[in-house]
């Protein structure tokens, strides 16, 4: 059984610039979360998609964005890049009553120069 | 949520029993206790969790108090591939997120 994919894994962008992030849930899965991973801040919730529709929204400010495909795929967009924001992102999906937690993918590592 | 608390780091033997503590004296009557772990360079592993009966798994048990402030995960012999940061996690019944604190870095001494 697939894991949860995340692509890229490495990426590199310049200040002001913008990114997206895709992440492939466990087939089955309908619901798919975002964390920013960071060395001081430690993971942190971004937001939270089921069935196309976000449910929820961690504390960041609203250049971070994301949404859902029908086929449960998520992505999340990063507009106007600081340098605050290198940071590891990762996904997780989970079953609709999570019996058996979140599955987290590897992450993206994102860098801003 | 409610606040977790677990001791920054622990080292164990490997091969020995780890007993990684975690108190929750806020936690509420519908919060479920989760446990992930994070390996270096890898994103988090769910390891278990449980409401408010003693859970065990293929990967751990977990331990939790009659009063449900504090648990206890238990890996029943600790190998190289268990050094990790371990992370207590409280989620209420609808709630969608999970909210790490910094956890208790677990160290195997070969």
């Known amino acids: 059984k697939a894991g949860v994919t995340q692509t890229p894994r490495y990426l590199i962008k310049t200040r002001g610039q913008q990114v997206t992030l895709s992440c492939s849930p466990i087939?089955?899965?309908?619901?798919v979360s975002w964390y920013q991973q960071t060395p001081g801040q430690g993971l942190q919730f971004l937001f939270e998609y089921f069935s196309e529709t976000q449910r929820n929204k961690g504390n960041f400010p609203g250049r971070f964005s994301g949404r859902q495909f029908s086929n449960s795929r998520s992505e999340m967009n990063v507009s106007t890049l600081e340098l605050g924001d290198s940071a590891l992102y990762l996904c997780?999906?989970?079953?609709?009553?999570?019996?058996?937690?979140?599955?987290f993918g590897s992450g993206t590592r994102l860098t801003v120069v | 949520d409610a606040k977790t608390t677990q001791p920054n780091s622990m080292e164990s033997n490997e091969e020995e029993p780890v007993h990684l503590p975690c108190n929750h004296s806020?936690?509420?009557?519908?919060?479920?206790i989760h446990w992930y772990r994070q390996l270096p360079s890898q994103g988090p592993e769910y390891v278990i969790h449980?409401?408010?009966s003693n859970v065990n798994n293929r990967m751990a048990s977990l331990a939790i108090a009659e009063d449900r402030k504090s648990s206890t995960l238990i890996l029943h012999r600790a190998t190289l591939r268990d050094a990790a940061v371990y992370y207590c996690?409280?989620?209420?019944?609808?709630?969608?997120?999970?909210?790490f604190g910094k956890g208790t870095k677990l160290s195997v001494i070969p």
């Open positions: 997780a999906s989970s079953l609709p009553d999570r019996t058996y937690g979140y599955t």
């Open positions: 996690i409280l989620t209420g019944a609808g709630s969608y997120q999970l909210t």
């Open positions: 449980g409401l408010t």
């Open positions: 087939s089955g899965h309908r619901s």
């Open positions: 806020t936690i509420s009557g519908t919060d479920y």
